[in-house]
T-cell receptor, first 118, second 116 residues
């Protein structure tokens, strides 16, 4: 299957700082990427859908000024957590849409980024 | 809006035995996709199996098979000959087949423990 990478895998930052997480599709182009948040032993919560060259679509309840998403190329989307606070500590996962053959598109997931805000 | 329900927070199975994980969903659409994803301790999401709603035949992938009951809106996963490496959290997910249907709707997950 297609490969999606995330960087960094772990990040620890001080409260009030901003953190950028990168999501890359390594062997395919992705016009659409997704950002999820996951708390321990819970399901994935979709935060936003990122479309190349246009503004992201945020899910209800997700602060777009807090979680800035940029999808500037067909292989890269970034999530910036601005003015991070301890409650933003979580596991963030991205996925990318691979168009595949005959409309059978799939989402492939990155390995995730663990953010800890002190 | 579509919802996905996994009623088993945790399940255990003896190595080499068979286990079935349950999933039900609610939708008013007739065309959609259903998935089972595995999330091992590494937290990397892995697609286990995919089912297209218009196909009556149940999907199978080696030791993994599904029982898709469209009328009952049920989509269970059967793991045969369970292995230690099957221990993980399993998520059932729904996706609309409509053009706008980008989103995956996930269930709450089932933790599967495999005993040696």
């Amino acid at each position: 299957g297609a490969v999606v990478s995330q960087h960094p895998s772990r990040v620890i930052c001080k409260s009030g700082t901003s953190v950028k997480i990168e999501c890359r599709s390594l062997d395919f182009q992705a016009t659409t990427m997704f950002w999820y948040r996951q708390f321990p032993k819970q399901s994935l919560m979709l935060m936003a859908t990122s479309n190349e060259g246009s503004k992201a679509t945020y899910e209800q309840g997700v602060e777009k000024d807090k979680f800035l998403i940029n999808h500037a190329s067909l292989t890269l989307s970034t999530l910036t957590v601005t003015s991070a606070h301890p409650e933003d500590s979580s596991f963030y996962i991205c996925s990318a849409r691979d168009e595949g053959l005959a409309g059978r598109w799939e989402q492939f997931f990155g390995p995730g980024t663990r953010l800890t805000v002190l | 809006a579509q919802t996905v329900t996994q009623s088993q927070p945790e399940m255990s199975v003896q190595e080499a035995e068979t286990v079935t994980l349950s999933c039900t969903y609610d939708t008013s659409e007739s065309d959609y996709y259903l998935f089972w994803y595995k999330q091992p301790p590494s937290r990397q999401m892995i697609l286990v199996i995919r089912q297209e709603a218009y196909k009556q035949q149940n999907a199978t992938e080696n030791r993994f098979s599904v029982n898709f009951q469209k009328a009952a809106k049920s989509f269970s996963l059967k793991i045969s000959d369970s292995q230690l490496g099957d221990a993980a959290m399993y998520f059932c997910a729904y996706r609309s087949a409509e053009e706008y249907g980008n989103k995956l709707v996930f269930g709450a997950g089932t933790i599967l423990r495999v005993k040696s």
